[in-house]
Every structure is written in structure tokens, then in C-alpha cells.
């Protein structure tokens, strides 16, 4: 009784897209630890209603025929919650206007609807290929790159022009430019196993994704170079504290391993707790390092 109450929880916080917008707040507070500053309320807010807005309506428009009938636990309890899914999106959207309107800069607003109309390319079909309606994910190799580049954009670029706007601070463009960097590869990394796992369905859709071009097993190594491409940037080109150094070092060690043990095979649950669950890890470590350094 206790397992199944337990999993229910479980199944809500994962599949409406509440455990993604945590791991996308976690993700802004490494960009607010890493640059050493206090963490902005109402950007974090941003990105957790927009990243739980964002989600659901892509997975309300790209509903299967039959939705009871996917293959997939998260299309069927998404599907069969319609209406919670609804009100969470429209709640999201709802918190998400004011907090825009009233909180951002001119130059973050721009950057907001920017990520937005990425965000919502990648499903809608706006553009025309081979006479058919296709959505950004449809072009060739661009969906991994895609989401990464909406993540960082969001979860890096969004608070350093803030940062910048209201408290006048100054960070240069190498500084902004190598967090984005080390953020894309990451995301990457950890959006690559989703499409190795979605394989078989996407050939049969078509969608020339990175696992489609390159086959599953250059596409597990692919993974681990983004890692170790994140790692170089890391030790090369930062200045971080020493307890930071350690701290993402060891969270790319456990990324790096989570993703070799995936494979087809592996459960939903794998996919959308412990790989979505490593921007939260990250966060985590951070804070645990830097606690300990002070210690030491």
C-alpha cells in the first residue's frame, strides 16, 4: 500500500513536469553559486513556471492517436490526467505572465520570448520540408543541440542579464561565455540517452536525431565526450574555488556512469529520476563541497 502511494507520488512529480522545473531551479542556483552571487527569487520563479509550462504543452501537442495504448508509462498518465496536465500548464502560464511583465528587464523579456519561440518551434510545424508541416525537431541532428541551447540560455544566460541589469554587476563575456559552454555540453550529454532509448521510434517518425545518424553505441561515446569536453573547459579555462572544481568533477564522474548504464532496456523512471535528477545532483554537490571546504 505504502510502494503504491509512494509510486503515485512519484508518477505525479515526474510526469507532470514538476521534478524538471526543480532540476531547471537547480540548475539556475549552480549559475548564481558558480558566479558567487545571491540567487534572484523572481528568475528562479520564471524558470520554474516557464520550464513546467513549456513541457506540458509540448507533450499535449504531440498527442498520440491513442494515447492508452503508448507503450510509455509517462504518455499514458499524462494522457489519462488530461485535465490536471491542463490546469498545471495554464496555472504555469498564469504565474509566468506577471512575474515577465513585472520582473524582467527589457533585455530579459527579449531573451525570454526568444527561448520561447524555440521552445514552441520544436514542436509546432511551421516550416515546410519535402512538401510536409515539420517543427525545428524534425531537422536533421538539430533537437539535442536545440534543447541544450534553450537550457542554457534559460538556466545561465536569463540570470547573468539580470545580475547585470539590477545589481550592476560585471561579467565578462569569456566568463558568461564558458558557463553557457560547459552548460550546453552537460545538457547534451544528459539528452542523448532519452534518444538513444527512443530509437526504434524515432526512425519510424523519421526524426534524424544524434542515436539515428550515428547508431547507439557512437552515440553513448558521444555522450562521454561532451562530458569530457565539459571537463577540459572546467580545468583549463575556469577560476572557480577548488571546492567547485571537485564538486562538478565528481557530479560529471556519476553523469558519465549513470549514462553508460542506460540502455534501451532501462525503465522510465531511470530516465526521467536519475538522469533528469544529476541538475539536481549537481546543485546539491556544489553546496555539499563548498560546506566542507569551510570546514577543511
Avoid at 495504448?69 to 496555472?91: D, E, G, Q, Y
Avoid at 539590477?166 to 542523448?192: C, E, G, P
Wanted: hydrophobic letters at 55%; proline letters at 3%.
Amino acid at each position: 500500500m505504502i510502494k503504491k502511494v509512494l509510486l503515485s507520488i512519484l508518477d505525479f512529480l515526474l510526469f507532470s513536469n514538476l521534478f524538471i522545473a526543480i532540476c531547471a531551479v537547480a540548475q539556475g542556483l549552480v549559475t548564481y553559486h558558480l558566479l558567487n552571487v545571491k540567487p534572484d527569487k523572481y528568475i528562479l520563479a520564471i524558470i520554474f513556471f516557464g520550464t513546467i509550462g513549456i513541457y506540458n504543452f509540448s507533450m499535449l501537442l504531440s498527442k498520440p492517436e491513442n494515447p492508452e495504448n503508448s507503450s510509455f508509462v509517462r504518455v499514458r498518465w499524462i494522457f489519462s490526467h488530461h485535465r490536471l496536465i491542463i490546469s498545471i500548464t495554464l496555472i504555469s502560464v498564469l504565474c509566468l505572465i506577471p512575474l515577465g511583465l513585472l520582473y524582467l528587464s527589457i533585455e530579459a523579456k527579449l531573451l525570454m520570448i526568444f527561448t520561447a519561440v524555440l521552445a514552441l518551434g520544436y514542436n509546432i510545424p511551421f516550416l515546410t520540408l519535402n512538401n510536409q508541416k515539420i517543427g525545428l525537431r524534425n531537422i536533421p541532428g538539430i533537437k539535442l543541440f536545440l534543447i541544450a541551447l534553450v537550457w542554457s540560455i534559460s538556466c545561465v544566460l536569463l540570470p547573468v542579464v539580470e545580475l547585470e541589469h539590477n545589481y550592476q554587476i560585471n561579467i565578462s563575456s569569456a566568463d558568461t561565455l564558458l558557463l553557457v559552454a560547459k552548460r550546453f555540453l552537460f545538457i547534451a550529454a544528459i539528452t542523448i540517452p532519452f534518444d538513444i532509448r527512443d530509437l526504434f521510434q524515432d526512425k519510424l517518425y523519421a526524426l534524424k536525431t544524434i542515436p539515428v545518424m550515428l547508431g547507439e553505441k557512437k552515440a553513448y561515446i558521444f555522450c562521454q565526450f561532451l562530458l569530457a569536453g565539459y571537463l577540459v573547459l572546467l580545468l583549463l579555462f575556469g577560476h572557480a574555488p577548488i571546492s567547485d572544481i571537485v564538486g562538478l568533477t565528481l557530479t560529471l564522474v556519476l553523469t558519465g556512469w549513470l549514462i553508460f548504464k542506460s540502455s534501451i532496456k532501462k525503465n522510465e523512471y531511470y530516465y526521467f529520476f536519475y538522469l533528469d535528477g544529476t541538475m539536481l545532483l549537481q546543485y546539491i554537490v556544489l553546496v555539499l563541497s563548498s560546506c566542507l571546504a569551510t570546514f577543511i
